[in-house]
């Protein structure tokens, strides 16, 4: 079967099925839970946190928090850290240069993409609105956008969420947060040295439009996935733009995040009776080969009235298959191991 068929008739045949809220509800969930597992230095305290992605090496874990509150505007706290197996900061950077880390990524070369997309707060002129590729160190050696500047054009953005680098170095962003209050809803694609290649998508509901294009993944055949969080799915595409599926069993997915063995992970942040009636929120996993959701770690808590936000936006998986979610709501992030 062709790819694209084979992708188009998966999703057909999940729309089609009966019930499908209620199976991705109840999925089996084979992991327990641990918080605390990342320990900050003494007298600090956790931020919003949507940022997490593993090292290269598959044991150490980057974080991005925003500096103890939900804003790092007038910080001295580094808010990028690098965690050992055992939950300890090796390293951090970042004071003074990043508003609202919102979106990170671990390249090839072990340099770190943080997509600074300023937040809700007001905040002062000439910050946010770009992405930023570190060194492992803590060096900038590249920045996407013009700091300060919201914009929609080939060289600017409106609070970038997320940043993804393929295997051949190009670049591609989700622009931007908010959805349909923001015009920017549009992936962006550079070259691997930020030249501005392509862009796709605008406000809407149809297959290549996006309401708040929140999250990015990558498979092993080079597909791109987009999680589309206000329109409560995900789009695929080529690296073109070209639609190839659309998939809403996984939920309303704030982060994604895609394993060595093809394996997809959704962080479901925001699913309630208003948002997207009939699914909880929580972690959805499940192969792209056949697009069936086979786990579920529901949000570690509830929401009573089923109508506020909590759990992981930020989901990322180590070499050992043990997840991370980063939780804005609750200001934590939580590991989730096999039982």
């Known amino acids: 079967m062709h790819i694209r068929t084979g992708f188009r008739l998966v999703t057909l045949l999940l729309l089609a099925a009966g019930a499908l809220a209620n199976a991705q509800n109840h999925a089996p969930n084979p992991y327990q839970s641990i918080e605390g597992w990342a320990k900050l230095p003494d007298g600090r305290v956790w931020g919003a946190t949507s940022a997490v992605y593993p090292a290269n090496d598959g044991k150490h874990i980057w974080i991005a928090e925003r500096c103890g509150a939900n804003l790092c505007v007038g910080s001295d706290l580094d808010p990028v850290m690098l965690f050992d197996p055992d939950g300890n900061v090796v390293r951090s950077f970042g004071a003074g240069m990043i508003t609202w880390p919102h979106g990170i990524f671990v390249d090839a070369d072990d340099n770190v993409w943080i997509a600074d997309a300023v937040g809700y707060a007001p905040v002062p002129e000439g910050v946010g609105h770009t992405v930023m590729k570190f060194s492992p160190q803590g060096k900038l050696l590249m920045t996407l956008g013009k700091k300060g500047v919201a914009g929609r054009g080939t060289d600017t953005f409106t609070k970038p969420s997320d940043v993804l680098v393929a295997p051949n170095g190009d670049i591609f962003v989700a622009d931007g947060h908010e959805g349909g209050s923001n015009p920017n809803n549009r992936i962006v694609k550079f070259d691997k040295n930020g030249n501005y290649l392509a862009q796709w998508g605008a406000a809407g509901q149809a ?123 609750p200001r934590r992030i939580m590991k989730y191991v096999r039982k």
């Open 207 to 329: 297959d290549g439009q996006f309401m708040d294009p929140h999250a990015l993944a990558m498979d092993s055949q080079g597909r791109l996935y987009v999680g589309d969080r206000a329109n409560s799915r995900i789009q695929i595409f080529d690296q073109g733009g070209g639609h190839i599926a659309t998939w809403t069993q996984f939920g309303r997915p704030s982060g994604l995040f895609i394993d060595a063995n093809d394996i997809l992970y959704s962080a479901d942040s925001e699913s309630n009776a208003a948002r997207n009636p009939g699914w909880k929120r929580g972690i959805r996993i499940g192969s792209v080969t056949d697009g069936f959701v086979t786990a579920f770690i529901p949000d570690p808590e509830p929401d009573q009235d089923n109508s506020g936000t909590s759990g992981a936006e930020g989901v990322a998986v180590d070499a050992a298959g043990n997840i991370y979610g980063a939780e804005v709501g």
